[in-house]
């Protein structure tokens, strides 16, 4: 059954709206969320369709969905604030791109955490990176009860964390730590955004704050240099140096807050009289 992890904060007129990423959950985005909203942000981390439940919850669930999800929860948000800002994490971070570039209006900048257009990073096994091939097993009806399961050090550098982090997950509490492993069928849906989102990135025109882990055990800094490459907007790069994939809750999670605050605060300060549209 699916529970409910979203959070809402209250505070000041900008907004921000975090998404976290595939099998994972809101939780992964709540320090993140404490931080900017202690900085004045009103912040809601939303949570996926499909995700924060078992297996078949996610499976009954593609990439449409999950971004039916965050359009959802930008329009909520658009009632609360006058700038609206997208942050995500891995998956969540190429939603978040999506809704900049198919929303460029409403969206006043995107922070880009950990962007996985393909999973790359060190600790990937050879055979995940074979997962291209997983939209045609999916055409086919192969592998629909298969899974990539999550391998050590899962994207968290911090040791006590990760213990803590990996027990939850391991021991079924999906809504505090996300599924153990990717099902193939919804990294074959990943891919699918993935590939989408590449297209759209060109007519992204809000500023990016694109943040990176340098050792990123899941997604390479590829990831981050197709971003800063492909979109039409300003982009200011963060590289973490002590630091893996979940970057919102490992050792440098202030360093990104403080860093994602004052480029939001830049960008609301420019323009304190606009409105976003509804």
Same mark, same amino acid.
């Not at 007519?203 to 990176?212: G, K, N």
């Not at 300003?234 to 004052?262: C, F, G, N, V």
């Given at each position: 059954?699916?529970?409910?992890?979203?959070?809402?904060?209250?505070?000041?007129?900008?907004?921000?709206?975090?998404?976290?990423?595939?099998?994972?959950?809101?939780?992964?985005?709540?320090?993140?969320?404490?931080?900017?909203?202690?900085?004045?942000?009103?912040?809601?981390?939303?949570?996926?369709?499909?995700?924060?439940?078992?297996? =078949?919850?996610?499976?009954?669930?593609?990439?449409?969905?999950?971004?039916?999800?965050?359009?959802?929860?930008?329009?909520?948000?658009?009632?609360?604030?006058?700038?609206?800002?997208?942050?995500?994490?891995?998956?969540?971070?190429?939603?978040?791109?999506?809704?900049?570039? =198919?929303?460029?209006?409403?969206?006043?900048?995107?922070?880009?955490?950990?962007?996985?257009?393909?999973?790359?990073?060190?600790?990937?096994?050879?055979?995940?990176?074979?997962?291209?091939?997983?939209?045609?097993?999916?055409?086919?009806?192969?592998?629909?009860?298969?899974?990539?399961?999550?391998?050590?050090?899962?994207?968290?550098?911090?040791?006590?964390?990760?213990?803590?982090?990996?027990?939850?997950?391991?021991?079924?509490?999906?809504?505090?730590?996300?599924?153990?492993?990717?099902?193939?069928?919804?990294?074959?849906?990943?891919? =699918?955004?993935?590939?989408?989102?590449?297209?759209?990135?060109?007519?992204?025109?809000?500023?990016?704050?694109?943040?990176?882990?340098?050792?990123?055990?899941?997604?390479?800094?590829?990831?981050?240099?197709?971003?800063?490459?492909?979109?039409?907007?300003?982009?200011?790069?963060?590289?973490? =140096?002590?630091?893996?994939?979940?970057?919102?809750?490992?050792?440098?999670?202030?360093?990104?807050?403080?860093?994602?605050?004052?480029?939001?605060?830049?960008?609301?300060?420019?323009?304190?009289?606009?409105?976003?549209?509804?």
């Amino acid at each position: 059954m699916i529970q409910q992890t979203d959070f809402f904060f209250e505070g000041g007129r900008s907004g921000v709206l975090l998404i976290h990423g595939l099998t994972g959950t809101p939780m992964e985005m709540r320090l993140l969320g404490k931080g900017l909203n202690r900085a004045g942000f009103t912040v809601y981390g939303m949570q996926l369709a499909g995700h924060c439940g078992n297996t =078949e919850d996610l499976l009954a669930t593609g990439w449409r969905d999950w971004y039916a999800s965050v359009e959802k929860a930008a329009a909520e948000m658009l009632d609360k604030v006058d700038h609206l800002f997208v942050g995500g994490l891995s998956m969540g971070a190429l939603l978040a791109l999506k809704l900049a570039a =198919e929303q460029p209006d409403r969206i006043a900048g995107v922070g880009v955490y950990g962007a996985t257009f393909r999973y790359d990073g060190w600790s990937i096994p050879w055979s995940a990176r074979l997962s291209f091939l997983l939209p045609l097993l999916k055409k086919l009806g192969i592998g629909r009860h298969r899974s990539f399961m999550e391998q050590p050090p899962y994207g968290i550098r911090d040791e006590r964390l990760r213990t803590q982090v990996s027990t939850a997950m391991l021991g079924g509490d999906s809504a505090a730590a996300g599924l153990p492993g990717n099902p193939w069928y919804s990294l074959a849906e990943m891919h =699918e955004l993935a590939a989408d989102v590449r297209r759209q990135l060109p007519q992204v025109t809000a500023p990016c704050l694109v943040a990176h882990a340098s050792e990123d055990d899941v997604a390479s800094l590829k990831n981050a240099e197709l971003v800063m490459r492909e979109v039409s907007a300003p982009t200011e790069l963060l590289l973490l =140096e002590d630091s893996y994939h979940m970057i919102t809750i490992d050792k440098e999670r202030r360093t990104l807050i403080d860093r994602s605050a004052a480029f939001f605060d830049n960008i609301a300060a420019a323009r304190p009289q606009q409105r976003i549209a509804a």
